[in-house]
């Protein structure tokens, strides 16, 4: 062999010596040639380098997304208003917490139970004596939840979590023997809609998904296949009030006609931004951003059936509450709040309920300004009679 060809493979292998596993991680593997080992062809791929105290991309905050192990990076997240990577912060604790009055050996339910994080502050109430039930559609993170609070000494003992949508609450009801109470809080967790895999926002490029239950039903891109124009605007006006709904569905099935695809988020949003060209410039960039969020809500409201769901639950729930038992519910747009609006006053005319919220409970300006995500709650609630 020349001595050229000797110091390319050497340049390029590991010894003898260093056959198994590297410091950094890497199985060697391969042929011996004159006592020189060659690498396996696949490259080692560091971890993607922390990009200052915010990095754009979700995949590099792996800080963020290590709660436990990077505390002082979460703290200054938060403190900037924002909510880091794979978390989701708990909105208007104390004021759900001073309405349901939580009382050691009392069975609760969280209808959605998400990051758990309001889940975790009502075990705390019940003192280790009682029992917590709590659903999820979400399997993706429900597990993750599940193992999370595990750590914080909340097991089965305490704690039952079903992969179950909450329009079934009679069924877990039925199971648990009643609840003194229950919370549904019916926003999307900020872990959902910050994964680009998962579809959720326009702000990120990914699938056009947008599944609550990634593991059935399909996807909002293969939901607008199924459409025609008048539907899509049908769609975008009951659930969501999108004022530009004509002209969006419009461009979006002009685009499928075509044959093109529409199933990224990237998509979507440049066809949004297109139907709206007609704007004045100076008003055009809020609008789009206006119509996207709009559009991409409406689009999970309908994959996701959430009138459908919300509907039956708020039909089941007054039979799953004990005499005396207390529902608080969030709601993140108007839509939503109609109906639990109507539903409380109606049960409350029907004697189903003793007492229910005169008005909406806000969030208060200090939670706004910590946690953005907060601005649009609203909290109602209702007392079984």
Same mark, same amino acid.
């Given at each position: 062999?020349?001595?050229?060809?000797r110091?390319?493979?050497?340049?390029?292998?590991e010894?003898?010596?260093?056959?198994?596993?590297?410091?950094?991680?890497?199985?060697?593997?391969?042929?011996?040639?004159?006592?020189?080992?060659?690498?396996?062809?696949?490259?080692?791929?560091?971890?993607?380098?922390?990009?200052?105290t915010?990095p754009r991309?979700?995949?590099?905050?792996?800080?963020?997304?290590?709660?436990?192990?990077y505390?002082?990076?979460?703290?200054?997240?938060?403190?900037k208003?924002?909510?880091?990577?794979?978390?989701?912060?708990?909105?208007?604790?104390?004021?759900?917490l001073?309405?349901?009055?939580?009382?050691?050996?009392?069975?609760?339910?969280?209808?959605?139970?998400?990051?758990?994080?309001?889940?975790?502050?009502?075990?705390e109430?019940l003192?280790?004596?009682?029992?917590?039930?709590?659903?999820?559609?979400?399997?993706?993170?429900?597990?993750?939840?599940?193992?999370?609070?595990?750590?914080?000494?909340?097991?089965?003992?305490?704690?039952?979590?079903?992969?179950?949508n909450?329009?079934?609450?009679?069924?877990?009801?039925?199971?648990a023997?009643?609840?003194?109470?229950?919370?549904?809080?019916?926003g999307?967790?900020?872990?959902?809609?910050?994964?680009p895999?998962?579809?959720?926002?326009?702000?990120t490029?990914?699938?056009?998904?947008?599944?609550?239950?990634?593991?059935?039903?399909?996807?909002?891109?293969?939901?607008?296949?199924?459409?025609?124009?008048?539907?899509?605007?049908?769609?975008?006006?009951?659930?969501?009030?999108?004022?530009?709904?004509?002209?969006?569905?419009? =461009?979006?099935?002009? #685009?499928?006609?075509?044959? !093109?695809?529409?199933?990224t988020? @990237?998509? *979507? %949003?440049?066809? &949004?931004?297109?139907?709206?060209?007609?704007?004045?410039?100076?008003?055009?960039?809020?609008?789009?951003k206006?119509?996207?969020?709009?559009?991409?809500?409406?689009?999970?409201?309908?994959?996701?059936?959430?009138?459908?769901?919300?509907?039956?639950?708020?039909?089941?729930?007054?039979?799953?509450?004990?005499?005396?038992?207390r529902?608080?519910?969030?709601?993140?747009h108007?839509?939503?709040?109609?109906?639990?609006?109507?539903?409380?006053?109606?049960?409350?005319k029907?004697?189903?309920?003793?007492?229910?919220?005169a008005?909406?409970? =806000?969030?208060?300006? #200090?939670?706004?300004?910590? !946690?953005?995500?907060?601005r649009? @709650?609203? *909290? %109602?609630?209702? &007392?079984?009679?």
């Amino acid at each position: 062999m020349d001595q050229d060809k000797r110091k390319e493979i050497i340049n390029s292998s590991e010894t003898q010596e260093d056959l198994g596993v590297r410091e950094d991680g890497v199985q060697v593997t391969g042929v011996q040639e004159s006592g020189i080992q060659s690498e396996s062809a696949v490259p080692h791929k560091r971890r993607v380098r922390y990009k200052g105290t915010h990095p754009r991309k979700f995949e590099e905050k792996y800080k963020e997304h290590q709660p436990e192990k990077y505390r002082d990076t979460i703290e200054k997240v938060i403190s900037k208003g924002s909510t880091p990577a794979g978390m989701h912060i708990s909105i208007m604790v104390n004021e759900i917490l001073d309405f349901l009055q939580i009382q050691p050996g009392q069975t609760g339910l969280d209808a959605t139970l998400g990051y758990g994080g309001h889940t975790g502050h009502m075990l705390e109430q019940l003192k280790g004596q009682g029992h917590m039930w709590a659903l999820d559609v979400d399997t993706i993170e429900m597990e993750k939840t599940r193992k999370r609070l595990a750590d914080r000494g909340f097991g089965p003992d305490i704690l039952t979590i079903k992969h179950l949508n909450f329009a079934n609450i009679d069924q877990v009801a039925e199971e648990a023997g009643g609840f003194d109470f229950i919370l549904a809080d019916l926003g999307v967790s900020s872990m959902q809609i910050d994964n680009p895999e998962r579809g959720f926002s326009y702000k990120t490029d990914g699938p056009l998904d947008l599944r609550l239950d990634s593991s059935r039903g399909m996807t909002a891109a293969e939901r607008l296949k199924e459409l025609d124009e008048e539907e899509l605007v049908g769609m975008l006006v009951e659930n969501s009030d999108e004022p530009y709904a004509k002209e969006i569905a419009r =461009r979006v099935m002009r #685009e499928l006609r075509n044959g !093109n695809a529409v199933d990224t988020t @990237t998509r *979507l %949003r440049e066809l &949004i931004e297109e139907a709206l060209v007609f704007l004045p410039v100076a008003d055009r960039k809020e609008a789009v951003k206006k119509s996207c969020q709009r559009c991409f809500q409406a689009l999970r409201i309908d994959i996701n059936s959430e009138f459908e769901v919300l509907y039956s639950f708020l039909d089941k729930l007054p039979g799953a509450l004990k005499p005396g038992g207390r529902a608080a519910i969030l709601t993140f747009h108007s839509g939503e709040d109609r109906l639990v609006k109507r539903a409380f006053k109606d049960g409350k005319k029907a004697g189903l309920y003793s007492e229910i919220s005169a008005d909406v409970i =806000r969030p208060s300006a #200090e939670e706004c300004i910590k !946690n953005g995500r907060a601005r649009s @709650t609203k *909290l %109602r609630w209702a &007392i079984r009679g």
